[in-house]
């Protein structure tokens, strides 16, 4: 039997030894010729050991502000695609949405991994700290690549909460756009993914105190697991989970007093309507919008069923689902005209 934690929580480069892989593919509708006329470049920001990369795609007529896309969990690069399997290009598939309403994105790739791999000598032992480091140096090499003085961070799954602590004392970041964001501390979420899944029963009485004594700042011994626990809490990855299981979303969200746009699918059932719920009660002026049968990945789901909702993942000619860049582009608007 295999733990069937959904992908996204686990710390940045888990994927490299898990046994379940979620591909995440998000397509949305833009021609190649209008792909062709948008210019795209590399940009780069210092990191501990080398350069951090990225790729800002602005469009000839740019909307005031840049966005800056926050990749969650997972060996994932700047396009939302993992040599672990994920084929979706996610980020680059939503900056082009985006650019198609006039708005420059720059998305990234972690430190660590992929075009950013020289940055760390070791991927593994990077921790939410060091994500939120590299975002506030991406934010003052925007500024100076752009000459704006406006960023919105966007945040998808585990990115919201890097975007969240990013963002405090941040004078150059506009707001925040959180997509499928938890609203809880990350171990309670993860102990409710695990329990969710009927499948996960046996590994229980492993798991949940092994969250536990994760969240209590406490390594886990993991000679006696099951071979699909000992994936999940790898000694490696141990540090990154401390990290961010540390952290509570709503109580950093209380504190922001910039405009947050909260989008939320519900048939999500990897973060659902419920954590959206949290944040909006921890920000009562955030701007809420729950998306009727999108799942997490955002795609369309019309039923309950959770295997046709995972089967989504894997499906690449699935468009994203209607209103996802529009209500963006809505929220947007009201802050750049």
């Known amino acids: ?33 209008a792909r062709a006329n948008i210019p795209e470049s590399i940009i780069d920001t210092p990191g501990p050991s080398g350069a ?9 007529k740019s909307q005031a502000g840049v966005i ?24 680059r598939l939503l900056a082009e949405g985006l650019a198609g309403h006039g708005f420059t994105t720059v998305r990234i790739d972690k430190r660590g991994l992929f075009a950013s791999a020289g940055a760390v000598t070791d991927a593994n032992a990077v921790t939410i700290n060091d994500c939120v480091t590299d975002i506030r140096s991406w934010t003052a090499v ?17 990115g919201g909460l890097v975007a969240m602590i990013a963002a405090a004392a941040q004078p150059d970041v506009c707001g925040l756009i959180l997509i499928s964001t938890p609203g809880r501390p990350l171990g309670e979420l993860l102990k409710k993914q695990i329990t969710d899944n009927p499948a ?29 626990l000992k994936r999940l809490f790898n000694p490696h990855v141990q ?14 969200l209380s504190a922001y007093k910039k405009p947050v746009l909260l989008l939320q699918g519900q048939r999500d059932i990897q973060v659902s309507a419920e954590d959206a719920a949290l944040l909006k009660k921890a920000d009562p002026q955030a701007t809420l919008v729950l998306l009727p ?45």
């Open 239 to 252: 540090g990154f989970m401390i990290s961010a299981f540390s952290y509570d979303p709503a109580k950093i």
């Open 52 to 60: 951090l990369k990225g790729i800002m795609l602005k469009p000839q």
């Open 200 to 228: 996960n029963e046996p590994l229980l009485n492993q798991a949940l105190p092994a969250i536990t004594s994760l969240e209590q700042g406490k390594n886990v011994d993991v000679t006696n697991m099951h071979p699909a």
């Open 1 to 33: 039997m295999e733990c069937c934690t959904p992908e996204w929580l686990w710390g940045p480069h888990m994927l490299r030894s898990l046994a379940v892989t979620l591909a995440i593919c998000v397509i949305i509708s833009i021609s190649p010729q």
């Open 68 to 91: 800056l896309l926050i990749p969650g969990s997972g060996s994932v690069d700047h396009d939302g695609n993992s040599s672990a399997g994920l084929k979706a290009s996610t980020y």
């Open 293 to 337: 049968n999108v799942n997490h990945i955002l795609k369309t789901v019309d039923s309950d069923d959770r295997s046709a909702n995972i089967a989504t993942y894997a499906d690449p000619d699935l468009p994203l689902a209607p209103g996802v860049v529009n209500a963006i582009s809505r929220f947007l608007q009201k802050f750049t005209k």
């Open 142 to 158: 925007i500024r100076h690549h752009t000459g704006s003085s406006c960023i919105w961070l966007l945040g998808h799954s585990e």
